[in-house]
T-cell receptor
Framework: DGGITQSPKYLFRKEGQNVTLSCEQNLNHDAMYWYRQDPGQGLRLIYYSQIVNDFQKGDIAEGYSVSREKKESFPLTVTSAQKNPTAFYLC??????????FGPGTRLTVT | GNSVTQMEGPVTLSEEAFLTINCTYTATGYPSLFWYVQYPGEGLQLLLKATKADDKGSNKGFEATYRKETTSFHLEKGSVQVSDSAVYFCALSKNYNNNDMRFGAGTRLTVKP
């Protein structure tokens, strides 16, 4: 089946550790996105990538990093510089000019 | 900048009741407008969209009309079911690439049997 997978579904880390969230798509979409969702709030864009080996900062990129070495994959690293990393992280992808499709999300808890 | 405002929840309805979730937007020009739905513990799914004024998006009994004069895109359904319980997000995009999407805060709907 075509779709977007994110793993793991739940992730726990100690403060001060970097952690990488996985996002893979087999939809042959050009663009991929990372959003952060906090309780009672809408989604906020962290990073996006329109093509391989290129990505752009979104509204809240500080403390995060990404890479886009393959069309299918867009991993997000939450670094220790992110002051409030506990959140629900959503990955999405789209064909240029079309709506975004979302993965199931990863809930990250940092203590 | 571009933004979306949607009615605060939670909204609780009985099965077969009529649903309206209000959404208004602020943007120059003619953005594309979307409604997404999020079921518990899952990602967002596109419910419907409209790309120009007076367009009506519809899906699964839900519909919304792009009203340029009132900058609104209200979501409606004539008869809700328990399975419609979810969080609904209104969103807009100005950019053809849709890499500038702005989401509302979400409205939680609970439908009771």
């Amino acid at each position: 089946d075509g779709g977007i997978t994110q793993s793991p579904k739940y992730l726990f880390r100690k403060e001060g550790q970097n952690v990488t969230l996985s996002c893979e798509q087999n939809l042959n979409h050009d663009a991929m996105y990372w959003y952060r969702q906090d309780p009672g709030q809408g989604l906020r864009l962290i990073y996006y990538s329109q093509i391989v080996n290129d990505f752009q900062k979104g509204d809240i990129a500080e403390g995060y990093s990404v890479s886009r070495e393959k069309k299918e994959s867009f991993p997000l690293t939450v670094t220790s510089a992110q002051k409030n990393p506990t959140a629900f992280y959503l990955c999405a992808s789209s064909m240029t000019g079309n709506e975004q499709y979302f993965g199931p999300g990863t809930r990250l808890t940092v203590t | 900048g571009n933004s979306v405002t949607q009615m605060e929840g939670p909204v609780t309805l009985s099965e077969e009741a009529f649903l309206t979730i209000n959404c208004t937007y602020t943007a120059t020009g003619y953005p594309s407008l979307f409604w997404y739905v999020q079921y518990p513990g899952e990602g967002l799914q596109l419910l419907l969209k409209a790309t120009k004024a007076d367009d009506k998006g519809s899906n699964k009994g839900f519909e919304a009309t792009y009203r340029k004069e009132t900058t609104s895109f209200h979501l409606e359904k004539g008869s809700v079911q328990v399975s419609d319980s979810a969080v609904y997000f209104c969103a807009l995009s100005k950019n053809y690439n849709n890499n500038d999407m702005r989401f509302g805060a979400g409205t939680r709907l609970t439908v009771k049997p």
